[in-house]
T-cell receptor, first 115, second 111 residues
Framework: AQSVSQHNHHVILSEAASLELGCNYSYGGTVNLFWYVQYPGQHLQLLLK??????LVKGIKGFEAEFIKSKFSFNLRKPSVQWSDTAEYFC?????????????FGKGTLLTVNP | DVKVTQSSRYLVKRTGEKVFLECVQD?????MFWYRQDPGLGLRLIYFSYDVKMKEKGDIPEGYSVSREKKERFSLILESASTNQTSMYLC??????????FGPGTRLTVT
C-alpha cells in the first residue's frame, strides 16, 4: 500500500521568505503526484500535478515542485511567499495496487505566513 | 469547470441518529470518493465508487455505508452517529486519471 509522508506539520514564515515543503511517497508503480491546497474556509483545490516528462512542474500562484524518482520525493517550492499563501498543503500519490484511481494523501502541512 | 456540491456545509446531529451526507458532481465522472479530514491526520478515505452501484471500502469504512444509485450522486450514510464521527467530510470525483475535484465539505458535529 502507498504511504505519503509530509515532513513538516506546521511551517511559519515571514513574507518574502522562500518555501520548501517536503513530500515522500513509498510506492513507485504509477507516478502521478499532486499537491493540493486548502485556503482558510475554502475547499481543497489542485495546486499542481506531475504525470510525466519534465520533473520540474509549475503550478498556480508561482508554486513549483520537483519530482526526484530516486528519492521518491515531490517537494513543493516557492521562492517568495506572500501572506495570501497561508493555507494547508497536502501531497498526494496513487493508492497503489490497481487502485481505481485512489489517492493517498499526506497528513498536511499548515503554512502560516506572517506579514 | 467541474462542480462538486455537498448538501450541507454544517450539520449537527445527536448520537444514535442516522445521518445522510449527499454529494453531486456535474461532470459525468466515473469515480467518486468520500473522505474525512481531521487535524493532524490529513484526509482518510472512507469509501469510493467507480461506477453506479459499485463501491469499495477505503481505509476507515467502519460505521459508514454508501449509496450510488445515479452516476452524479454519491451518498455517505452514518448508520448510528457517534461522537467520534465528528469531523469534516469531503466528497471528490474524478474521471480517467487520478486528479480529484473536491466539494466544499460538510462539517458534522455529533453531540
Amino acid at each position: 500500500a502507498q504511504s505519503v509522508s509530509q515532513h513538516n506539520h506546521h511551517v511559519i514564515l515571514s513574507e518574502a521568505a522562500s518555501l520548501e515543503l517536503g513530500c515522500n511517497y513509498s510506492y513507485g508503480g504509477t507516478v502521478n503526484l499532486f499537491w493540493y491546497v486548502q485556503y482558510p474556509g475554502q475547499h481543497l483545490q489542485l495546486l499542481l500535478k506531475y504525470f510525466s516528462g519534465d520533473p520540474l512542474v509549475k503550478g498556480i500562484k508561482g508554486f513549483e515542485a520537483e519530482f526526484i524518482k530516486s528519492k521518491f520525493s515531490f517537494n513543493l517550492r516557492k521562492p517568495s511567499v506572500q501572506w495570501s499563501d497561508t493555507a494547508e498543503y497536502f501531497c498526494a500519490a496513487p493508492g497503489g495496487g490497481g487502485s481505481n484511481y485512489k489517492l493517498t494523501f499526506g497528513k498536511g502541512t499548515l503554512l502560516t505566513v506572517n506579514p | 469547470d467541474v462542480k462538486v456540491t455537498q448538501s450541507s456545509r454544517y450539520l449537527v446531529k445527536r448520537t444514535g441518529e442516522k445521518v445522510f451526507l449527499e454529494c453531486v458532481q456535474d461532470m459525468d465522472h466515473e469515480n467518486m470518493f468520500w473522505y474525512r479530514q481531521d487535524p493532524g491526520l490529513g484526509l482518510r478515505l472512507i469509501y469510493f465508487s467507480y461506477d453506479v452501484k459499485m463501491k469499495e471500502k477505503g481505509d476507515i469504512p467502519e460505521g459508514y455505508s454508501v449509496s450510488r444509485e445515479k452516476k452524479e450522486r454519491f451518498s455517505l450514510i452514518l448508520e448510528s452517529a457517534s461522537t467520534n464521527q465528528t469531523s469534516m467530510y469531503l466528497c471528490a470525483s474524478s474521471f480517467d486519471s487520478y486528479e480529484q475535484y473536491f466539494g466544499p465539505g460538510t462539517r458534522l458535529t455529533v453531540t
